[in-house]
């Protein structure tokens, strides 16, 4: 475990709930083992998915690969980025986040294209844009879908294709069939 990880859960204002606790200790074994995790992360509306998710993705860059949270729409993407942006304030941690959206001008793409490639930021947080062709990944290690029901199967392929080994964690707050047998 990392020094990192170690202390944003004790400078947390909470304590993990046991099965924060319980999902996090096994997302992160999978993370330091020798096989590719693919996890689907489930639990209600407010249930702390994303806490955990973000425990995942400092693992990650704290190891030095970068991660990658999709989200299915520009709303959420930026509710996601807003949460980050407040716990490398509060908790100084080592994220270098991008935010990548539709939305955004070619010049703007340009730029957090060239920060994806060259490894300037180690955390990209956005739509389906994250699965654009001219998004290419320095070391991509762990990919996060939120409500990833929400997106076709070609897109996250897209996306997890851009990496080596890389794992993946699906948060979904309504485990329908469709999601079950997309992770099996």
Known sequence: ???DVGLLLEKLPYQLTASQAEAFAQIKSDMLGE??????LQGDVGSGKTIVAILALLLCVTNGYQGAMMAPT??????????????IKKYDLPFRPVLLTGAQTAKEKREIYAAIENGTCNLVIGTHAL?????VFH?????V?????RFGVKQREKLVSKGGDIHTIVMSATPIPRSLALIL
Do not use: I, K, W, Y
């Open 35 to 40: 096989t590719c995790m693919n996890r689907l």
């Open 74 to 87: 520009e709303v959420l993407a930026l509710q996601h980025m807003e949460t980050v942006q407040s716990m």
């Open 145 to 149: 879908t939120d409500e990833q029901h």
């Open 131 to 135: 699965s654009q062709d001219a998004v």
């Open 1 to 3: 475990e990392t020094a």
């Open 139 to 143: 070391n991509l290690a762990l990919v």
